[in-house]
């Protein structure tokens, strides 16, 4: 909001997990009027019951909403490009499975190509290499710092 000026009209892309994180920007997301596009790997998709109250608020408040596992199509026309963590706390056993789940969900310029050309990053951080890569967290792009200074008042 501080960067757009506003939330209503934007494309929130999502690119990674389909964690708690996720669950969050999709409960969200469409009552403050955003577009959300989603690229999760096949396996990693959000919870089927978040998805479809998240497709019910897409009806009910006209907004618009895409679940794919290509996430240069979820970029397309993106304002905002969102990751998190691939392994979650609990989920250090998986490591090597997800990081090969996960392979080409790496947020790099590659993949801002296609968004809108306002377009941003947010990470909620801590972030590991695997899922952006040093070109888009330390550009003038990121607003991951200024993310994690606002939740400061959160708290």
């Known amino acids: 909001q501080e960067r757009y ?3 209503n009209g934007l494309t929130v892309t999502w690119i990674g997990d389909g964690n708690n994180v996720l669950h969050s920007i999709m409960m969200s997301a469409a009552k403050l009027g955003m577009h959300l596009r989603i690229a999760t790997p096949k ?3 959000p919870d089927f019951r978040i998805t479809q109250i998240t497709e ?11 679940l794919t596992t290509d996430p240069l199509e979820a970029a ?3 304002n905002v ?3 998190d963590t691939w392994i ?7 490591k090597k499975k ?3 789940a996960f392979q080409g969900y790496q947020v790099t310029m590659q993949t ?10 947010l990470h909620c951080l801590p972030r590991k290499p695997e899922e952006v890569d040093d070109e888009v967290f330390y550009s003038p792009r990121s607003l991951v710092f200024q993310e994690a200074e606002n939740r400061k008042w959160t708290i």
Do not use: C, I, P
Not at 60 to 66: Q, R
């Open 5 to 7: 000026g506003g939330l």
């Open 81 to 83: 490009l969102v990751t």
């Open 88 to 94: 979650s706390m609990g989920q250090e056993e998986e």
């Open 112 to 121: 801002a190509k296609s968004a809108a050309s306002n377009w941003t990053f």
């Open 56 to 66: 019910q608020y897409s009806k009910e408040y006209g907004t618009k909403l895409l």
């Open 76 to 78: 397309d026309g993106a």
């Open 98 to 100: 997800r990081l090969k």
């Open 43 to 45: 396996g990693f998709e």
